[in-house]
């Protein structure tokens, strides 16, 4: 069965330092992953998927198939970076399921 | 441009008593979702419809029901409410995997 991890409930950190949110996940296959966001009373939305390699809003994640990791970093962190992240995992095919983790609430302080 | 709308936002149930919440998708996506989230538990998948026409469990279905109605509506019923399916129920639906879901706005039930 495959499990998504995220050893976090919740991280504070300082505006300007670096945050690294952690994501561990267990599948036996080639798995797709991803994070997603909520900002406070809005809706969940996709931040980034390891396929597409990309930087939004900063944040980078890499997949670590060794590790089975895919741990989500950002440099420097701003106030408004504030929020609930959750990672997820698919399991591919044509249903999109996805697994999600029970997420890390981000705290950055001014 | 209105995405996933899902009604009511806000519902208080007896226990006992039935709901259906509704969540329609304006995107043409094929595949709808519907999760609950829980405090320290995370999203869990209720239900699914990979396609118009067809329905299967996800990994918390029991005391949950769906209708595909047409490709844009998707509804989760709870037949007799009961104070555990106090929760935030999102909707979610997707075009293809490279896109992400897209989420509902959610529906905060509590069942007392």
């Known amino acids: 069965a495959q499990r998504v991890t995220q050893p976090e409930k919740l991280l504070s950190v300082f505006k300007g330092a670096p945050v690294e949110l952690k994501c561990n996940y267990s599948y036996s296959g080639s798995p797709e992953l991803f994070w997603y966001v909520q900002y406070s009373r809005q809706r969940l939305q996709l931040l980034l998927r390891?396929?597409s390699r990309e930087s939004i809003k900063g944040f980078t994640a890499d997949l670590n198939k060794g590790e089975t990791s895919f741990h989500l970093k950002k440099p420097f962190a701003q106030e408004e970076d504030s929020a609930m992240y959750y990672c997820?995992?698919?399991?591919?095919?044509?249903?999109?399921?996805?697994?999600f983790g029970k997420g890390t609430l981000l705290t950055v302080n001014p | 441009n209105a995405g996933v709308t899902q009604t009511p936002k806000f519902q208080v149930l007896k226990t006992g008593q039935s709901m259906t919440l509704q969540c329609a998708q304006d995107m043409n996506h094929n595949s709808m979702y519907w999760y609950r989230q829980d405090p320290g538990m995370g999203l869990r998948l209720i239900y699914y419809?990979?396609?118009?026409?067809?329905?299967d469990k996800g990994e918390v279905p029991n005391g949950y029901n769906v209708s595909r109605l047409n490709k844009r509506e998707f509804s989760l019923r709870l037949e007799s409410a009961a104070p555990s399916q106090t929760s935030v129920y999102f909707c979610a639906s997707i075009v293809g995997g490279k896109y992400g879901y897209t989420f509902g706005s959610g529906t905060r039930l509590t069942v007392v």
């Open positions: 419809s990979a396609s118009e026409g067809t329905t």
């Open positions: 997820a995992l698919s399991s591919g095919g044509s249903n999109y399921k996805l697994t």
């Open positions: 390891h396929i």
